[in-house]
């Protein structure tokens, strides 16, 4: 685990170096282009984050709608049983 972290972290790394590099030798031009393009894809991974968060949120509130039955069924056995 903490191999692949180091590795993804060095990656992420080398990415934003490589980035930085060919920012600031383009034309003024080129960085506005970079620039717009890069906060595209910002947005496009904020908005699929927040679906992957939605989704997951709504898997969790599922989830715990039937722990929440399982655990009423039981209480009311258990009640039925005592009588």
Partial sequence: MKNSNLFIGLG????VGAALGVYFTASDEE????VDEINSKVDK????????VNDGL????KASDKVTQVAQDT??????HRI
């Fill in 12 to 15: 992420i790394g080398l990415l």
């Fill in 31 to 34: 960085k506005a282009e970079y």
């Fill in 45 to 52: 991974a904020k908005e699929k984050i927040g679906k992957v």
């Fill in 58 to 61: 709504s898997e969790l509130e």
């Fill in 75 to 80: 209480i009311s056995r258990v009640k039925a």
